[in-house]
């Protein structure tokens, strides 16, 4: 797929949705409604780098409204990026994030549709999109990004577009670097790259991240050092990562032990572990000619081992879902077989709309006291892409 097939009708109805994210950041401005707690810290990053403001040198920043003090934890090329957010009053900043987020999940769910090996007739990219975009606004990750004004939907989008639709492009790689100098967790999409023979556009993205780099150490030095010296593992700009919401390898070690020292040297040990299958399992995909499904296991993989993975951080969710509809039998089965070619999407719509990690015991280190059953189910996410690899292998091995 290239950049050319996006010359196709877009139903009006697909903007429905952001212009009424964006109406309510006009009218949360208006009345001076408290929206959008990140996205206000996203514009007071980039105020404080155009005056000359610290970035790191403390916990918030003096343009960050009372209701969001909060310190800067994204790296300094982020503030540099989110300069075009000061040209707005702070909800109505949210506001064109959120529009922005949600025209970017249609715009994955579009392409990913698109980039199937296979599907049901009856999920057309355009019908897809429309309603997929409305529906997924119900699932924790998406509704929480939106309410948060995370930039979530939109690194997806960049990282999406990247990887299936600019094959080819003398570009690709380019957006891929972007992202991950916004967020540092898209980095995991460069060695995804390069494991599926694209190692050109491994290379762009790699370089975009770097030049990026150099252009933010130009203009502020103090900041560049101050973040990747200090900043960048400072657990007390993130806030205590044993929270429940914060559903990576690393959280889950971080609750089994009552917060050992040496949680994230585990962490990161069984990701290491699991690199070599992960690896074998992409590269299996892609030779077959799944790309989305290739994607996917890589973006899993990037949630479990990132040391913050925080609900709201699991927006690739989305395309899981796109996924496994178009593994649905056509047509559908009647009684029990039914239930069973659902059951796999049904779980993991259950999941991720259910806000199970909400109504958990959290908070105040009572994570830190759970009961097994509670460690299983304030793990819920994470049990998603653990259940989905053992059926994978599985399935696999019976291939062979």
Not at 161 to 167: A, E, G, K
Not at 288 to 307: E, H, K, N, Q
Not at 343 to 353: D, M, N
């Amino acid at each position: 797929m290239t950049l050319p097939a996006l010359r196709t009708r877009v139903d009006p109805w697909l903007f429905a949705v952001p212009a009424g994210v964006l109406l309510a950041g006009i009218v949360s401005w208006l009345i001076d409604w408290r929206l959008g707690v990140d996205s206000a810290v996203y514009r007071s990053g980039a105020l404080a780098l155009l005056h000359g403001e610290p970035l790191y040198d403390a916990m918030s920043l003096s343009a960050e409204p009372p209701w969001a003090r909060l310190p800067f934890t994204y790296p300094p090329t982020a503030a540099l990026l989110f300069v075009p957010l000061t040209l707005f009053p702070t909800q109505v900043s949210w506001g064109l994030l959120g529009a922005a987020s949600v025209l970017g999940m249609a715009l994955v769910i579009w392409i990913c549709v698109r980039a199937l090996p296979r599907r049901p007739s009856w999920l057309t990219p355009g019908k897809a999109t429309l309603v997929l975009s409305v529906l997924l606004l119900g699932i924790e990750p998406v509704w929480r990004t939106l309410f948060l004004g995370q930039i979530n939907l939109i690194l997806l989008a960049l990282v999406v577009v990247d990887v299936l639709m600019l094959r080819g492009s003398r570009y690709s790689g380019v957006l891929t670097g972007v992202a991950a100098a916004v967020k540092l967790t898209p980095l995991i999409f460069i060695p995804h790259l390069w494991l599926t023979g694209r190692r050109a556009d491994a290379v762009r993205a790699l370089g975009t991240f770097l030049v990026l780099q150099g252009l933010v150490f130009l203009l502020i030095p103090h900041d560049f050092t101050r973040f990747w010296g200090h900043a960048v593992t400072d657990p007390a700009r993130t806030g205590p990562i044993y929270w429940a919401g914060n559903q990576s390898l690393n959280g889950l070690v971080l609750r089994l032990t009552d917060l050992a020292p040496w949680s994230l040297t585990v962490a990161l040990a069984i990701g290491a572990l699991l690199a070599v299958p992960v690896a074998l399992v992409v590269r299996r995909f892609h030779l077959r000619g799944d790309a989305v499904a290739a994607l996917l296991v890589t973006a899993f993989y990037g949630l479990l081992i990132s040391p913050v993975s925080w609900s709201h951080h699991w927006v690739w969710v989305v395309p899981l879902i796109v996924y496994l509809l178009s593994r649905l039998p056509e047509p559908l089965p009647e009684g029990a077989a039914r239930l069973r070619a659902l059951a796999g999407l049904g779980a993991v719509v259950a999941v991720f709309a259910s806000c199970i990690l909400l109504i958990m015991r959290n908070g105040k280190g009572l994570e830190l006291r759970w009961t097994p059953v509670e460690f299983v189910i304030g793990s819920a996410y994470l049990l998603v892409p653990a259940v989905a690899a053992g059926f994978v292998l599985v399935r696999m091995g019976k291939l062979r």
